[in-house]
Nanobody
Framework: QVQVAESGGGLVQAGGSLRLSCVAS????????LGWFRQAPRKEREFVAA????????RYADSVKGRFTISRDNAKNTVYLQMNSLKPEDTAVYYC???????????????????WGQGTQVTVSS
């Protein structure tokens, strides 16, 4: 069994920053890519960012490019999402997910991911 756990959410003013963390534990495979998704009230869960096993390939949603940065520490099985210049429209529950099927080319499709965390709330006030 694989467990995925997010942390680091909270309340921040517009223009501020937060860093989310996600740890994968349990029977984690040797190689996998990791992604962040988010879901705002009454909206579909949407892709935010993803990173390959090596960390050399990253993908971002257009809405966060230039503001968010995804990174990972394989020794700790941890992925981070540094969020800067936050906007009220970034308010959502943020989910971390693990994709065992893709290693070098991380996906932006929710259906590709096998294991999900419970999510962490990010609220940006105006």
């Amino acid at each position: 069994q694989v467990q995925v756990a997010e942390s680091g959410g909270g309340l921040v003013q517009a223009g501020g920053s937060l860093r989310l963390s996600c740890v994968a534990s349990g029977r984690t495979p040797s190689s996998f890519s990791l992604g962040w998704f988010r879901q705002a009230p009454r909206k579909e869960r949407e892709f935010v960012a993803a990173i390959s096993r090596s960390g050399g390939v990253t993908r971002y949603a257009d809405s966060v490019k230039g503001r968010f940065t995804i990174s990972r520490d394989n020794a700790k099985n941890t992925v981070y999402l540094q969020m800067n210049s936050l906007k009220p429209e970034d308010t959502a529950v943020y989910y971390c997910a693990l994709d065992t099927g893709r290693v070098h080319n991380p996906s932006n499709l929710r259906t590709e991911y096998d294991y999900w965390g419970q999510g962490t709330q990010v609220t940006v006030s105006s």
